[in-house]
């Protein structure tokens, strides 16, 4: 559901910097522009394919820069940034956007979160907001290109931070599973908080999926799996306000568990498709009567279909 719908924004947004803003009434195709693609998406193949598969434009250029994985190190970067921000400084630095035609249309297409910003970080280049004000400044005002920047991360991150917004042409934020996070946890907190070690325990079931991609973004070295991008981001919001929440000795999904179960008698689990139940604490399988026999309260978190 999610990817179908990324796919029919970017070919919209194609349409919209390609058609309908002003002096833009011709495709690329008809008046000779050229248009780049910039992105972080690891089914770039199929988007910059959806693109180009009508009259409307065609991409000239793509540049892909995979979330996780390390930087060519062309130049310094912070320490806690990610393998795309790192990736960007890089091919600023080595004038990969001064490649770019005057006139142009560039989609910025950014679907994975800006790193956080650590408090008291000696930073050893500007931020990334920073640096993306200063390659959107030259792209729009050295070069008058028409910019699209798509944003599908919570947006609340670079809050005070987006004068780099000024130069772009279309803004479009396509984030939809921040907002499903943050209703979970506005239903589920209350009752957490409410909740002591003496009373009866309260049962939170997680739909598979997002137990086994937060585990395996928090226990790989480099990449988690891709296809399960959406489910890991989801889980990742919801166990970040529970780690703060209970306690919790680190952002391990067992040592949250743990937390949630000493602090509020609060039991996390996953269960399978097939109905396996699974103690999120210690991974040990369970039968759905010994886990919902003494619950007071039962939440299941599920997955949307085709996520």
Same mark, same amino acid.
């Given at each position: ?11 919209a ?30 089914d ?36 806690f ?76 991150k670079?809050?005070?931070?987006e ?21 979970v946890?506005y ?10 070690p ?25 990449? +988690?799996?891709?296809?399960d ?10 166990? +970040? ?5 209970c ?16 602090? !509020?008698?609060v ?5 399978s ?9 210690? !991974?040990t ?7 919902? +026999? ?5 939440? +299941? ?7």
């Amino acid at each position: 559901m999610f990817k179908r719908r990324r796919l029919f924004v970017l070919i919209a947004v194609a349409c919209l910097i390609l058609a309908s803003m002003p002096l833009m009434n011709v495709s690329a195709l008809s008046n000779g522009k050229k248009v780049y693609y910039i992105t972080d998406s690891f089914d770039y193949f199929n988007v910059q394919s959806a693109i180009g598969s009508g009259s409307v434009a065609t991409v000239d250029q793509c540049l892909y820069i995979p979330y996780n994985g390390s930087g060519s190190g062309i130049v310094a970067h912070n320490s806690f940034e990610n393998n795309f921000e790192k990736g960007i400084r890089d091919n600023w630095a080595g004038g990969w956007f001064y490649l770019i035609e005057p006139e142009s249309y560039v989609i910025f297409e950014m679907m994975n979160g800006l790193s956080e910003l650590p408090q008291n970080e000696n930073l050893t280049v500007p931020v990334f907001t920073e640096l993306l004000e200063d390659i959107f400044e030259y792209l729009n005002e050295s070069l008058n290109c028409k910019i699209a920047f798509l944003c599908d991360t919570d947006e609340a991150k670079f809050a005070w931070h987006e004068t780099f917004l000024n130069y772009v042409d279309i803004h479009v934020n396509t984030d939809i599973r921040t907002p499903f996070a943050h209703s979970v946890m506005y239903r589920i907190s209350p009752l957490i908080e409410a909740n002591t070690p003496n009373d009866m325990e309260i049962m939170i079931l997680f739909d598979s999926h997002y137990a086994d991609a937060y585990n395996d973004a928090q226990n790989a070295d480099v990449t +988690y799996n891709l296809n399960d991008r959406t489910s890991y981001q989801i889980m990742s919001e919801i166990m +970040y306000v529970l780690e703060d929440m209970c306690n919790a000795q680190s952002s391990s999904l067992n040592d949250i568990a743990q937390a949630c179960r000493v602090n !509020y008698n609060v039991r996390l689990y996953s269960v399978s498709p097939g109905g396996i139940f699974k103690n999120l604490e210690n !991974y040990t399988t369970i039968s759905m009567t010994d886990a919902v +026999y003494n619950a007071k309260e039962l939440v +299941y978190i599920m997955r949307p279909m085709q996520i």
